[in-house]
Each structure stands twice: as structure tokens, then as C-alpha cells.
């Protein structure tokens, strides 16, 4: 398997090289994730929606074009990019996490892949109350994934992603320790784009029962 900054790779057909297991191509994609986020931060500092043009551009160009993207080499050629909704400024809130104690537990991914984690609270905004996951892994990080009232439909049934710290996705918190949760920045797991890959879904505790039309909209070329 190859871990991928959206989820894990599971490999093709066996005897098959894949251009994504290129450890160094690995390692450049998630710098280069780390470095978008670090700049969504500094420019949504005085203009979110300046920062989330910056942040379709530059997903639009590492998805169609990085050797470790999750869209298959032989859809690239053709990628034209991503559908996003429109930013949309109620979209976006701050909150403080709520810590409570909880259970490390173990969580099936898309393709049946066993992954830790441990659920450490949750944040309360305007739409609802969402639970915070830390991924109990080496290095770990915050996770929030989340279904909402388009999923299935104008997005990925399987939830979208809000927050990914371990790998980079990262809005940062306010001067007083509020998380910035931005669903203008929901993005798909790699799964979405390639049944290949493997990823964390969110479950049913995980819904938004409004509509959230902010964020990334299904890929036409989408797997599933």
C-alpha cells in the first residue's frame, strides 16, 4: 500500500508498477499540500474568498497533473478540473473544541482497511454539532469528516473531509483557540476518485441534515 495525503493506495492488478509509488513524488505532493494550506491561512487572514480561489487553483493543478494525484494517469490528460460551489461566506465559522474523553476504536475504511482512531470531542456550529477524531497513528492529527444533505447527490455519498491535519489540511485556529471551520474547503476523500484508493468515511454520527452547498462537488469522473 502507499499512503497518499486523501488516503491510502492499494495498488493495481498484481505484477503492475504504478507511477504513484514513487516515495520521493510522495513526499514532494504532501509538501506541496502543506504549503497550499499554509497560504489559504495567510490569505483568508484578510479575504476567505481570495483564499479559497487559491486553494481550487491549486488543487485543480495537482490533481490533474502531480504523480501521486488519485485521479488515474490515464484520465489526467482530459482532467479540465474540479466542480466547486461558489464561496459563500455563512459557510464559514469558528468554534472551540470541546474535548471529552473517548475510545480508540477501530474504523473500517472504502476498501475494508483497518484504521485507529480516537474521538476526542467535537465542535458545535450553526449547522449542527460535529464530532473531532485524533488519527492514532505515529504522528497523528485532527480529523473531522462529514455527511451533509448533498451527499449522494451533488457530492460524494461517502462524506467529505473538513479538517486533515496528519496530512496537511489545516484552516487554523483563531488569536483565542478557535478552530476555523470553513466548509468552503471540504474536499473529497481519494477514494471518490479512484476505487483504488482507501479512505475514512464518515459515518452516520457525522451528518449535517441541512444542505451544505460549500466545497467540492462531485467529480464527473468519479469512481463512485
Known sequence: MTLHPLGIFRGLASGSVSEWASYAALLDFRRQVHALYTNVRRLAAKDPAIAHEHWRRARDKLLGGHPQSPIAPEDRSGFTGLRYYDYDRRFRFTAPLIEEPGERSEVQTSTGEAMWLRRIGHVEIPLGTLPVFWIDVYGGGIFIPFKDATSGKETYG???????????ADLGSTA?????????????????????WSCPLAGPERRIESRVEAGEMTWEGAAS
Not at 471540504?186 to 471518490?192: F, L, V
Open 158 to 168: 461517502g462524506g467529505r473531509y473538513l479538517l486533515d491535519t496528519i496530512k496537511g
Open 176 to 196: 483565542d483557540g478557535r478552530l476555523v471551520l470553513d466548509l468552503n474547503f471540504a474536499y473529497h476523500p481519494s477514494c471518490h476518485y479512484n476505487y483504488h
